[in-house]
């Protein structure tokens, strides 16, 4: 990512970010403009939809993948790889999701450290969030946060042959499903 050097408003941020077709994040007044994916990024991501939309089926929650924006207090606007959320306030703007339960980011090389820290430390003020996936495109390894009762984090990795359960969804994924198709 590559941030725009001067410090700007929320609301000056989604004006740019809604009339420009590159999309940016932002994150305490600065603007980051996002860089493109691999090819596996976008099969990882595609298969995550895919199962988790499945997996949903008719439930009131709703899968989203990364051209819907996460928020939280005009703090950060994030657009995820993929998040769920189930909270009817989010059906109220088409643009912007505040009450996730699930985000998953997909690693890649250029984001990897802020998606493990900056990114999730942001993420953890989502009183909604319950679980944070960071997927390998490198290799079959899941990294699951789950959210606890006392508001610690667990993390637990999950690699080759292993089902990854997904509580907030009740739903359980394996983990070869994610990377199918991938050369």
């Given at each position: 990512m590559i941030a725009i050097p001067h410090s700007i408003s929320p609301?000056?941020?989604?004006?740019l970010?809604?009339?420009n077709p590159i999309r940016h994040e932002y994150r305490q007044g600065l603007v980051y403009a996002m860089?493109?994916?691999s090819d596996a990024h976008a099969r990882i991501s595609f298969n995550l939809l895919r199962e988790i939309d499945d997996g949903l089926g008719n439930s009131p929650c709703r899968f989203y993948g990364s051209d819907v924006k996460v928020n939280d207090q005009d703090d950060f606007y994030y657009y995820p790889d993929a998040f769920v959320t189930c909270d009817e306030r989010?059906?109220?703007?088409r643009f912007i999701k505040r009450y996730p339960i699930l985000i998953a980011e997909v690693l890649s090389a250029s984001t990897e450290a802020f998606d493990r820290d900056l990114k999730f430390r942001d993420y953890q003020k989502l009183d909604s969030l319950q679980e944070y996936l960071l997927i390998s495109q490198e290799t079959q390894c899941?990294?699951?946060r789950l959210r606890l009762a006392d508001n610690t984090?667990?993390?637990?990795?999950?690699?080759?042959?292993?089902r990854i359960p997904l509580p907030s969804l009740n739903l359980e994924v394996?983990?070869?499903?994610l990377y199918r198709g991938l050369d």
């Open positions: 609301q000056d941020y989604l004006d970010d809604r009339q860089t493109g994916g989010d059906r109220q703007d899941v990294e699951v984090w667990e993390t637990t990795i999950y690699q080759t042959g292993d394996a983990i070869a499903r």
